[in-house]
């Protein structure tokens, strides 16, 4: 498989399918800065495996020229780690929802975490449930009011960005497209960093968001990571910041490990390169079958 | 002399009921006999009662067999917990441990045995290795000694085994199995003919192993380069196997977090492009339906086991039931056809396995094979498997001129569309959970729904012709019948034989294909039927009602379905036939 | 004067089609009519077109009709996307705005409809409300004056809803309205008695409703006190309600974090004594099977209700079908049985709900009610309930001279054992998914298992005497006749009365029991019949193959399926019965 | 309902159930403990409820006197508060394992925490899954050899006190059957908690465990948190500590809330009381659908 690196433009990986997103969603913006990145990364759309779930953002994988696969609601993680496992050339990214992400499919956050393979992990973080239009998610605020929480939500938030810093994560950081360009730029730096990245998107859901989420509302509580001095070696900072989540929106990148060692399917790489001369030929395969006394 | 003779032993933890099982079986299978061997314990993981039940025989074996011919207890109390397991009938021959302190005739049993034996076991192992931990030894030497089987293996076993505990351990088991071997020598049972014949010259290289083990390798052997899953009792085996093997073909395993998890990822393998497997048992595919589902949706290849246990829920997790058909065929919701595939036996679960891989590639199709707990860990003697006569088929890709303006769902006349997978030059797609067009485009038309439905279904409409998946014994003209599926398949063989022998005229079907169901086989079998058994381990008459949907069946065909962890016997069947 | 008349009418987004159609029939249902009305949506959350169809009569309606009698195309690009779902016939009168641009001669419409109107619709909303906002608010005109219905209610409706947005919105409003009335007023149809009756006297009273709604209600009423659900279309607005009244009734509700803490939540009230409900779609069955299972082998109540969308997997969610039949039967591991039930309309979802509740607590199971997505969202003007008709049963908890000794699980007449929940003094008992004993210990005993697999299967068997849940139609001699089920059972309906109106004798069957198979009533059912349809909306025939399963059926009878999203038609059906 | 405290003494709390783990093994020494705490609380039984999932461990329900629930694998918590919510008054209990809890069960543990209900959360940390038989567990060691990682586990463990701690749990504990005073004591004061409270018990699988994890070797590491002079209070101290699970075991309080506020359940009946006089009788229920002009 060639891996050389082509010349791209964000349109070649803009497919034909129109998306069918509210006008003014904020997926919209992610989809475009995610075509830039991925020009800018140049890896050609067929070595590409877009893994997603159900939901608004979800949708994402169709509308990009890449392998997509737009599964079940809240599998596109261990899917994703399947393919990367059978295929480790592949870049593999996951588009994901706030509930896709850490509600139904919560539970399989730590434990990609803790394999750490070298998979993009991106939630369009809106705090609302989107196609379903517009119940409780696991990000809305203790006390929204919503159609399925008629007299306000009576649980706090997830904090998606302090949660996979507490499960290892070794890369995570947040953006909007209210910030164009510093979305592109962690994007690109999400994919290629060598191990598991997370990246929340804090995108507007025009539909059934609340007004302080919407990109005008986000611009006052928005506060670059960098122009903070953020150093993202620094986990311990990262995590402090990270529990601001909900009242401000900090973009940039929380933490990079400096030295994020194998990831997973290097890790299993090496073991079958060491196994392998220890192989049977596939045919004489029962011999393992054979009585030996003991 | 005879052909045939069944063992069954039990004792406590610590007894080494089983592993006496498996020595004895390794050096049968090393002698070229052909033999069976299942076991059984309590509820506890350690340390609580175990049982073991040997079949030994010159010729195959296609079941454990009903009554025991010899009986050994190590103690009443933990013998008889196995109940049903362990029958002992007037033509038993029963050995207990003298330690007991009953008399023979006071022994707690119903009827009367042929034999009652009073042995100083313990005590024979006591004087010899210096600990009753040797009592299986001396029971070994007794076995080896009355039936004149397995000497030089047995005491080949123990000299493997004991080598590493040093010079005295060692001297101590091999004299226990001698002071066996000199009891049973010194007191020959003269009543009866005990001995058991020579498997014929030539009988040798069998292999020995068990549904799961075998189920592994078989994957390997068809190109399978990922497993997914999670541990589940009676299952795990095969996800081991795999761990410690898959690595050397370039494969990996990975034990996800859960079961949905395990299905996800091996359905993630499949679209990159490899043969995935996972296995489970009947909580695990109730978890793993949804996905299921999409991977018939997105026409993604998967093979799944489901090694059935006893349910509902949880269940019974360590007995053997046939009650999950339903639920394999009909588990996920909308319109579905997912076949099933059957083994009968270890040796056929080779086959199976292969022939789920094939029809899954083929058809683009996830394939379930039904195992169960007996089948799964039932250690069997089987002959070599030729596997140079296997034929591996991987999924059709498309061809150059088919990758110009690719449509991955593309309408052909057998309903496949050649699939491309990630990596492929211009064979990007959107696979999907939603309804799509022959691009792959999400719809919501009516109309490409209604085709598209069609080709998922019609595709698996030559599966249905495939008389091949189906085996027959008997007399195609008989007016009695039987049909049976997995373990319980070759209880009625034995019945059938037994039945043929004393001037029955019955026929058996067993299919290896349960679903889709195989119409006008089951039309060409029943033609000579006027009555007959559907015969199977659950309680609702599963596969009887499956076929009673797609073909009409004779009147007199009943089911005969008996709740798992309550095993068939080849008379009791007999029975039943005589009744019709 | 027509009895019935069928109004169709499609737009973009923002052209107010849905918010028509809603004014239309809460006037309608205020005047005392019978009335239906299905609305239809692009795949866009929101911006996308939008259709709704509205049924109104005199008498009860019991489908949304096949034929339009009247459409109306706010433009033909977003009309054209609904495609079957209005259909156009030569006795159709078309209505589309002039704005398009193109001639009646050149409307985009196979065949020639009864009679085409292009009308000034825009142009009459701008001058009057300057919006062209109003374009639904002339159609209601239009709609008034030419079919003289509703006049007073509709403009009622204005006045509420424009009110607060000041006098001169509301001014706007109100003359669009006039507009077009005065527009219909001024161009009669007069060459097609357009009229329909007035509703009898005393018919008012109605209520208007949609089947997700008073499915809530109704648990309500029930004694329902606990929801625990997710999310899912078209099945949400269920726990939506509940979480608006549920609390006023001590009861609470719980948007869980995916479909399996949804249930699990449902298991755990049920278990500490509460009725409890859970609704889901297909996806969301799938993965509740688990614990169905688990609520079989506890002998724990609890009612599901699936809203069925189209499959398999994701499908396609904002369409109608009834292909999870096989799934509520068939889906978790193990031998069940899970008695389902169906409702035919929105009126029938009431008593469908409670009757589900009523044999959850009284049999101690799971209850599954099939929906779909058509009863879910369509609204209906139903006549009033009494429901001090129906009687609400509980569990049956144990008698103090019981709870001496209390065993959960004990073997009874009836196989149900009184149930004690935590709280209650004596009753203290282990809830397991594993199999167990009379008190509840774990066991491994065959013999056990299959008592208690007798004992939780038997206990339903009275369910398959209910024909009391099924209704019947027409001639109980007739040679001919149908089955069907859900919301097809209503369009079935109708084309028995078509079929009756030029004669041919047919009789209908309508199961509201869909599972257990009540044998007797089939076979009842079946005596005068040598051919007849079942009618389902899914590909497999799921209804045909399960009455199969268990009744020996006339050769001539057939299934008829079809798959979701393609609606049948009264017509297509009586078409259908003249070929058999 | 009564929930007057009346006299018990441990053996009130046991059932008549043999226990079926193998000699030994840890989660004898939980039961006698948890035997004890119940004792001390004083509640009757009947008005204990007791739910767990599947594992070795979670057979503890069968062998207490209070209901009990031995679920199916990995959902105890859900159908724990459904339990609760369902019944307020009672007191609930759940047992389960590393594997049980963390893995198949994982997602839904921060779910139960955000809302905080007083249930009461008790994990029998072994690091390896006993009931089937020794294969790797989520808190298995990096490099662990089991039946399922022959060549070594290539995945970090999941960290149990850190993770709940991140989620916002109120109150924190460990324990071991090591220390059969310190254990009691934490299981009574979890059960009092008035809100969600974890115990995280060290109870080794003398079957299939590693050599370290025996009493013996816990023994080793085991570091008291009273004698540390943590203060239970001080979350960030506590989440420092956390980091040093699987190497060090730190026995008693990590964190307790010293203003814990309401519970779920007490919310949840905050609103149903608010909401009663809203009630229309229920065979009017139906008047909620008479048609109303808007
Ligand atoms: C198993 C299953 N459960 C529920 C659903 C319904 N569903 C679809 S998307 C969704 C949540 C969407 O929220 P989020 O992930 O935040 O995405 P958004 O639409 O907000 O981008 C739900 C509950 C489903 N399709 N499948
Ligand atoms: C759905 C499902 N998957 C898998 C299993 C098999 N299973 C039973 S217990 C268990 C893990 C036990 O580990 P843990 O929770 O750590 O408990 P322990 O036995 O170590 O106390 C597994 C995988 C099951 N019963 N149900
Ligand atoms: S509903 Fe919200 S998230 Fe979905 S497309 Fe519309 S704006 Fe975007
Ligand atoms: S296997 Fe381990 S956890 Fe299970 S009972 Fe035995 S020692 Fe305890
Ligand atoms: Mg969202
Ligand atoms: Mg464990």
Redesign the pocket.
Known sequence: MSTATAQFVPKDFKSDLKPIWCPGCG?FGVLTALYRALAEIGKPPHELAFVS??????RIPGYATSYGFNA???RALPISLGVKTANPDLTVIVA??????FS?GGGHIPHIIRKNPDITFLV?D?F?????KG?V?PTSRKGLKTVSTTYGSMEEAVNPLLYTLSYGAKFVAQGTPGDMKGLTKILEEAIRFPGFSFVNIQSP?VTYGEERDMIKGQKEVMVNLEELNHDPSDKFKAIEIAHQYGDKLHTGIFYKDPNPGPSYTDLLKELQNELKPKAVAKDKILEMFRPRLK | MNKNLIIGMAGAGGDGVVSAGDSLITALAIDGYHALLTKSFGPQIRGGESSMKIRVSTSPVRSIGEYLDVAIALNWEDFLKFGAELPITEKTIVIYDSNTGIAPENIPVKGKPFKVLSIPIEEMAVNTAKTNRAKNTVVLGLISGWFGIAEDGIITGIRNKFTKKGPEVLKGNEDAFYEGVKYAKENPISDKDITISKPPAGAKGKLLTDGNDICAAAAIFSGCEFFGGYPITPSSEIMQLLNREIWKYGGSMIQMEDEIAGVASVIGASFAGKKALTATSGPGMSLKS?IFGLATMAELPMVIVNVQRGGPSTGIPTKSEQADLFQAAFSAHGDVVRPILAPVDVHDMFSTTVEAFNIAEYYQTPVIILSDQELSQRKEVIDEIDVSAFKIINRQLPTEAEMENYERFKFTENHISPVSHPGMLHGNYLAAGIEHSESGAPTSSGELHAKMIEKRTRKLDPLKKRSDLFSTFGPSDAELCMISWGTVAGVAMEARDLAEAEGIKVKLLVPKLLFPVAESVYMDYFKSVKKGLVIEQNVLGQLYHIIRMFVNVPDGLKSFAKAGSNPFGEHEILKKIKEL
């Open positions: 997926d779930g159900i939901g608004c953002s979800s079940v609601h809240g994901s929802g706030d509930g896709d992400g139904i369009m809106n609302i449930y989107g196609l379903t119940q998610s859901c | 949804e």
